[in-house]
């Protein structure tokens, strides 16, 4: 019964802080999540895409609001 309620807190979904989706699958950074999907394409974007400072601009906001 106990095991139960741990499976349940790991699956738990966590909105993604980039496509606001909410997945399982991801990595957590300063207690927010950018899931699997969101993670591969900013790894893959080159410094000249488009949406390069679109992620960064995301990323920033994040620091800013855990230092403030
Ligand atoms: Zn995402």
Do not use: L, W
């Not at 999907?37 to 893959?44: F, K, P, Q, S, Y």
């Amino acid at each position: 019964m106990e095991q139960r309620v741990e499976i349940a807190e790991i699956t738990e979904h966590v909105a993604c802080m980039i496509c606001g989706q909410q997945q399982v699958e991801g990595i957590h950074i300063c207690d927010e999540f950018i899931c699997e999907a969101c993670e591969r394409e900013i790894v893959h974007t080159d410094v000249r895409d488009a949406k390069y400072p679109f992620f960064i601009h995301r990323m920033k906001q994040m620091f800013q609001s855990k230092n403030a």
